[in-house]
């Protein structure tokens, strides 16, 4: 199976998805001193890119061994993308490269970030002895968009019966490819690297289209961290509700709804409790029927940064945190708001 996979690669590299040698340039990788960078990547991907990329990070110290629990590399030292695209085959080779070595990505509030650029986007990681989780940050203001990968053909060029089957065969090896690595999950988060809703909208993207991510719900149910929104807010009981809703379905990459009939909901039962040492008040939002579910929802009484939360359902016998005993999840703040709130309004 290896050896058929190196002749697959190969071939892909000699029949090209974008082909490097029809005079694009390319891409400038560098070493930065931007806020968030390590190092920046801007123009268009293509081959020989995913082994400059490697020399430069690891004269920049990102490819170091794991030393400790943390994350070997901080969020601050993040690839910063700024591409159209390219070849498939070269954004592959620096997404498995940016993640088997623990490098954030980040998208800044000028850049764009579409097709083989933005799967360069998803690989980035938080790696350390006690860390293994997403880490690609999206700022406010920056565009991210995804569509499958394509072959681009030379239409001037007559193709073959036996061209067109090994096209077809190498397209279910390179979407069988693509799925085993955005596959990944970590022993400490349940949910795969990248979405199986993102991966199915992806795929059915054409050339000429982008899945752009653009509202609350993208960005949250796709595990993206965003930069450059409000510090800080103060959540209404309305929206502790919200959160509870979102956080339900965006956990096992569903679709939120927004809720408009507060009644069956409100008023929530208070109750205080410790988490981390220190005493909390939550609000119960209760969301089963004739089943138990419900979430805890900290209910902070001045503006924060982000709010904890635990989800109990007995009906098909899943919790998110415990909350009465300690532990749940730090959510940010937005994710009490409307699925479908435009990013933007986030500043």
Known sequence: MR???RFVRAFIASFALILSANGVLAATIFSSKTPGC???????IVQGDAERLAAIADQAGLTGAIDSGEAKNSAEKALCLNSPGGSYVEGRNMAHFVHKNGIATRTLATSECYSSCAFVFMAGHSLGGEVDGPRRILTIGGKLGFHAPYFA???DKPVTGADTNAVSVLSMQLISDFIKFS???????HRPMFSMSLLGDTLGMMPDQLELVDTVEEAARWAIELDGTREKALLNDRQLVQACVNFQAWEFDLP?????EFKWYLPLKRMMLTLWGEEREFGLVDTGGMEVRHCLVEA???KESGFI???RDEFNG???GDCEHGFGSWEPWYYALPPATPLTQLR
């Open 3 to 5: 050896g058929e996979m």
């Open 38 to 44: 390590a190092i920046e990547l801007s123009g268009e």
């Open 153 to 155: 053909l030379d239409p």
């Open 183 to 189: 596959s990944y999950a970590s022993p400490f988060d």
């Open 256 to 260: 939120s709804t927004e809720v408009t």
């Open 300 to 302: 902070n009484n001045t």
């Open 309 to 311: 939360i635990c989800s």
């Open 318 to 320: 899943v919790m998110l």
